[in-house]
């Protein structure tokens, strides 16, 4: 794998497990046939993987054997996987409400653990705090992440026979996967691959939507949006640091937000298991937008959609399995 920007380092020999190359199922959804892009089919159980390889790779060769991030779940899991591949020391902050079994999966890899009480943000705050003493990993800060998660768009193109869909929905917290679709399919356009860039949309749980909150109000700047618990755990940032770009590649393309209630994830979920797919509640949110930008117009039956499951439902599976009964 060759490294953006030409890094060089002590050790040219790349981390990796084998992600990417995830299946992409066409299923039934009501009038639509959307493409499912089931992303838990990466190492660790999620699309972080695609971002961990080569931002861990890229620090590993200018020299950092030890880093520290704070996540909810998937992201930590993720590094701790890629970080143990890799020989790399590492320790995450999560919120102590973080669900068991990616917890349980963190430490399995020999990663250090500290649980954080409060929101989400306390996880962040403490890292940084701790961030003098070894490196701080975060992968909502790193740009070499991003460069990672860009596989997701080559990948769809590759998938659709070289051809960009009309449509790409995914969850959204911190806008990883957003944004690495965007930086792919610019890639794509601006290399005369694809005529058109694809509509890309955001799905967010209502109880924790400051990504719809702006763009619904026409800005990039933040909008005052009450915040409160839901199910979707991996897309519960209240303050995204990547807002702006997030709101201008939702602009670039032509796309649009998605708030969604508790019980239309849930529903969707319960769907999802139904149709054989066993996805996460924060996953189960690309699909739950589904039937609500059908229903306003904004997608349609005879266009090609893909939507992105983002994590596995294993991770969550107490959990699932009391919603989906």
Avoid at 52 to 62: K, N
Avoid at 254 to 270: F, K, N, P, S
Wanted: aromatic fraction near 6%.
């Amino acid at each position: 794998m060759a490294l953006p920007g030409g890094a060089a380092g002590r050790d040219q020999e790349s981390i990796t497990l084998g992600e990417g190359c995830t299946p992409l199922v066409q299923q039934q959804w009501g009038d639509l046939r959307p493409l499912f892009k089931l992303e838990w089919f990466n190492p660790t159980g999620s699309f972080k993987d695609r971002g961990s390889a080569v931002m861990l790779s890229f620090l590993r060769q200018i020299g950092v054997d030890a880093i520290l991030e704070d996540s909810s779940g998937n992201g930590g899991s993720s590094m701790a996987g890629l970080g143990a591949a890799g020989g790399m020391r590492v320790k995450i902050l999560a919120p102590a409400s973080t669900s068991p079994a990616k917890i349980a999966q963190v430490r399995a890899y020999g990663a250090a653990v500290q649980l954080v009480e409060g929101p989400r943000e306390e996880s962040e705050a403490d890292a940084i705090r701790q961030s003098s003493q070894t490196f701080y990993a975060s992968h909502n800060w790193q740009p070499f992440f991003l460069e990672g998660t860009k596989s997701l768009a080559y990948e769809i193109w590759e998938d659709l026979g070289f051809r960009a869909p009309d449509n790409v929905i995914v969850p959204v917290g911190a806008g990883s996967s957003l944004l690495g679709c965007a930086f792919g399919f610019r890639e794509l356009l601006k290399a005369g691959q694809i005529a058109k860039l694809p509509r890309l949309f955001a799905a967010q749980p209502q109880n924790c939507s400051p990504i719809d909150a702006s763009f619904k109000a026409g800005v990039d700047t933040p909008v005052a949006r009450e915040v409160s618990k839901t199910i979707a755990e991996g897309t519960a940032i209240k303050n995204p640091l990547r807002l702006r770009e997030i709101i201008a590649a939702l602009r670039e393309s032509g796309g649009g937000t998605v708030a969604l209630a508790e019980d239309e994830i849930v529903a969707a979920l319960r769907r999802l298991a139904r149709q054989g797919l066993f996805a996460e509640p924060t996953s189960a949110s690309a699909a739950a937008a589904l039937d609500k930008l059908s229903a306003a117009g904004a997608i349609k039956a005879n266009e090609t959609t893909v939507a992105v499951l983002t994590g596995t439902g294993l991770k969550a599976a107490t959990i699932v399995a009391d919603l989906v009964q």
